[in-house]
């Protein structure tokens, strides 16, 4: 078995020791970071999800799979985010209020940080006032927002109404991303944008700024 699949397969079993061993190991052959996240880490993840959802497994396994995912994440981050290009503006980017899953939006901000913008991180469960005041004191253009849960999703369309109620709509672009989210739902919420994934929200910023 390559050990690209043996990556994904020690996610699904939440071991994050081999998740980490073999993540080394792929790195000191070499192959791409882009290929260890998508075939290893996020293939394994998505196996996780469909198990989830149809009972076959429950939350504790679901959270050893996401610290075993972590636990290959961090030694990919720095290939990843190495650019060394200058910041080449502001993005404030979170997990909307409600909303504690934190791994796609982590990889969001690791591929902007890369494509040399700044990123400014605010976490998860982060409310509609304090996206807008970060990016109102930060002064940046962009806030990205992403959603796991479908009952979090409406969180989304508040921040954007904030943004008008306030006067920044046309100041401040809002792009919004994550499993549940469409781009059908980023215009009937007045978002500029909807990102499928990390890089296409990097394409998206560029784009804006
Ligand atoms: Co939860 N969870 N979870 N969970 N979880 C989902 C989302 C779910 C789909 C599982 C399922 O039923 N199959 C389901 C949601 C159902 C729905 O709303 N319709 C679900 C549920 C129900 C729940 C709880 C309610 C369970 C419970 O308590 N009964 C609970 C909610 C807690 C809360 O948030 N309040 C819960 C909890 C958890 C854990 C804490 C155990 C853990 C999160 C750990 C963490 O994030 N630190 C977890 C996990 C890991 C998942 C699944 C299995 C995996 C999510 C993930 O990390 N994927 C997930 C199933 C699934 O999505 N298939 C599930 C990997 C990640 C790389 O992908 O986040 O989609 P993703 O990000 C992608 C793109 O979406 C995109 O780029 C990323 C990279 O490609 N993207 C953006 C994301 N944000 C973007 C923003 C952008 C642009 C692109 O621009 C700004």
Do not use: C, W
Request: glycine share 10%.
């Amino acid at each position: 078995m390559d050990i690209v699949t043996r990556i994904s397969e020690a996610l699904q079993r939440g071991d994050q020791d081999t998740v980490a061993s073999l993540t080394a190991e792929a790195l000191e052959h070499d192959l791409e970071p882009r290929m260890i996240l998508d075939d290893g880490l996020i293939a394994g993840m998505d196996v996780i999800g469909e198990r989830f959802r149809i009972h076959e497994i429950f939350l504790p396994e679901v959270l050893l799979a996401a610290r075993a995912m972590y636990a290959g994440l961090d030694q990919i981050e720095p290939l990843l985010a190495a650019s060394g290009i200058p910041a080449r503006g502001k993005v404030v980017i979170g997990t909307v209020q409600g909303d504690l899953h934190d791994i796609g939006k982590n990889l969001v901000g690791i591929m902007l940080r890369g494509a040399g913008f700044e990123v400014i991180d605010l976490g998860n469960d982060v409310s509609p006032e304090a996206f807008v005041t970060a990016a109102r004191e930060n002064e940046a253009r962009i806030i990205g927002m992403s959603a796991l849960l479908t009952t979090t999703m409406p969180v989304m369309g508040e921040t954007v109404e904030r943004l008008e109620r306030e006067g920044l709509r046309d100041e401040i672009h809002a792009i919004v991303g994550g499993a549940p989210v469409s781009e059908d739902f980023a215009s009937q919420i007045g978002a500029v944008a909807y990102g499928f994934d990390g890089l296409s929200a990097v394409e998206i910023v560029k784009r804006l700024v």
